[in-house]
């Protein structure tokens, strides 16, 4: 069982929003603004979306945007492209004996 | 151009070693932390260790402490893994990456290298 929460999978249609949640605990996602957030094809390593929340890394679309409620992070990409079809993995800085912790994952479907 | 290139990985038995490298370049290596992250077949990340600048700082997933040792040498823009007493459970490919801004974030990553624990 991973430390942090994320819907198994999520779908939409092109053009459409799509919203990924990543619910963890006061020790994690809500004690701290060091969320990320990672797109993986198949078959490849995986590629930084978000940080600290909600700042993208220079050259990724301003389509992702992140944002945090209490122990909740959340990705938002918006007009939905069938390029964005991957899994999605957010992770965050814990205070545990752990340094990090990812989330289960969540595979996105554009229909 | 940054590169991160894993080597290292195969098949061994469980109770067996194994040690993992990762060569970077196209940065100054000395300047960031560095973690080691894996993925077990048809699963989710899982991150399991990272190492300091300057290697005074380590840090480790509980499922490996006491098995696994991080280290790097930066004169050889190397990092490494070393894994014993290795599980059928650490099955996975193995990813190096390099943190960067704040803790959880990592902005590169190696291709990665297979490791299986098989009798």
């Known amino acids: 069982q991973s430390a942090l929460t994320q819907p198994a999978s999520v779908s939409g249609s092109p053009g459409q929003s799509i919203t990924i949640s990543c619910t963890g605990t006061?020790?994690?996602?809500?004690?701290?603004?060091?969320v990320s957030w990672y797109q993986q094809h198949p078959g490849k390593a995986p590629k930084l979306m978000i940080y600290?929340?909600?700042n993208r890394p220079s050259g990724v679309s301003n389509r992702f945007s992140g944002s945090k409620s209490g122990n909740t992070a959340s990705l938002t990409i918006s007009g939905l492209q069938a390029e964005d079809e991957a899994d999605y993995y957010c992770?965050?800085?814990?205070?545990?004996?752990?340094?990090?912790?990812f989330g289960g994952g969540t595979k996105l479907t554009v229909l | 151009e940054v590169q991160l290139v894993e080597s290292g990985g195969g098949l061994v038995q469980p109770g067996g070693s194994l040690r993992l490298s990762c060569a970077a370049s196209?940065?100054?290596?000395?300047?960031?932390?560095m973690s080691w992250v894996r993925q077990a077949p048809g699963k989710g990340l899982e991150w399991v260790a990272n190492?300091?600048?300057?290697?005074?700082?380590?840090y480790y997933v509980d499922s490996v402490k006491g098995r696994f040792t991080i280290s790097r040498d930066n004169a050889k823009n190397s990092l490494y893994l070393q894994m014993n007493s290795l599980r059928a459970e650490d099955t996975a490919v193995y990813y190096c990456?390099?943190?960067?801004?704040?803790?959880?974030?990592?902005?590169?990553w190696g291709q990665g290298t297979l490791v299986t624990v098989s009798s």
């Open positions: 990456a390099r943190d960067w801004a704040s803790p959880s974030s990592f902005d590169y």
């Open positions: 196209g940065f100054t290596f000395s300047s960031y932390w």
């Open positions: 190492i300091k600048q300057d290697g005074s700082e380590k």
């Open positions: 006061s020790s994690d996602v809500g004690g701290y603004n060091y």
């Open positions: 600290e929340v909600s």
């Open positions: 992770s965050s800085y814990t205070s545990s004996s752990t340094d990090v912790v």
